[in-house]
């Protein structure tokens, strides 16, 4: 099946400070990719859809001045959670869709603002 | 956009019952409806997954039925084991769109 890495696996990073979450498909191009968030003994949450050279479109509720996606390529989009508070620390999952129906995930990135 | 509802929230079960998890969705153009298995802090592991033509689907002790009627759909685990213990999430997405979870099911098989 198709694989979908992540990087880092976790982070701790201070409050206030930025963090770069990369998310790649390995072995097939992704025009789009979508980011979750998962809260300790919740469920993955999506916060926003990834587009291939063009704005990402957020969930209600998502500051998008706060977590900028990037997708400059057919296999990267990046995560950028700007000016950490310890609320953000979640532990936030990448997708990507192979076809009409599978998602495939990456292996998640844990992210503790200090 | 879709929600997806999903019950019980927790489950206990003793070892070779089976267990039953149901989960509804809102959004008519849903066509796949997969089920995940989820270890903490590791991603969702696909167990099985169905598709908007299909009423039902069987992997050995898994299956999956759908009432696209209804717009519910139900995982049904047979002969349970204590390894079948973990956190169970069902999703929806229709073409082009994103999975949407359920809020999961705590399963827990006692021996």
């Known amino acids: 099946g198709a694989v979908v890495s992540q990087h880092p696996s976790w982070v701790i990073c201070k409050s206030g400070t930025s963090v770069k979450i990369e998310c790649r498909s390995l072995?097939?191009?992704?025009?789009?990719m979508f980011w979750y968030r998962q809260f300790p003994k919740q469920s993955l949450m999506l916060m926003a859809t990834?587009?291939?050279?063009?704005?990402?479109?957020?969930e209600q509720g998502v500051e998008k001045d706060k977590f900028l996606i990037n997708h400059a390529s057919l296999t990267l989009s990046t995560l950028t959670v700007t000016s950490a508070h310890p609320e953000d620390s979640s532990f936030y999952i990448c997708?990507?869709?192979?076809?009409?129906?599978?998602?495939?995930f990456g292996p998640g990135t844990r992210l503790t603002v200090t | 956009g879709e929600n997806v509802e999903q019950h019980p929230s927790t489950l206990s079960v003793q070892e070779g019952d089976s267990a039953v998890i149901k989960c509804t969705y809102s959004?008519?153009?849903?066509?796949?409806f997969p089920w995940y298995k989820q270890e903490l802090g590791k991603r969702p592991q696909l167990i099985i997954d169905?598709?908007?033509?299909?009423g039902e689907k069987k992997d050995q002790r898994i299956a999956v039925t759908l009432n696209k009627t209804a717009k519910h759909f139900s995982l049904h685990i047979t002969e349970t084991q204590p390894e079948d213990s973990a956190v169970y999430f069902c999703?929806?997405?229709?073409?082009?769109?994103?999975?949407?979870f359920g809020k999961g099911t705590t399963l827990s098989v006692s021996s």
């Open positions: 997708s990507a869709p192979s076809g009409d129906y599978e998602q495939y």
């Open positions: 072995d097939f191009q992704a025009t789009t």
């Open positions: 990834s587009n291939e050279g063009s704005k990402a479109t957020y």
């Open positions: 959004d008519s153009a849903s066509n796949y």
């Open positions: 169905i598709r908007s033509n299909v």
């Open positions: 999703a929806a997405r229709g073409a082009g769109t994103a999975l949407i």
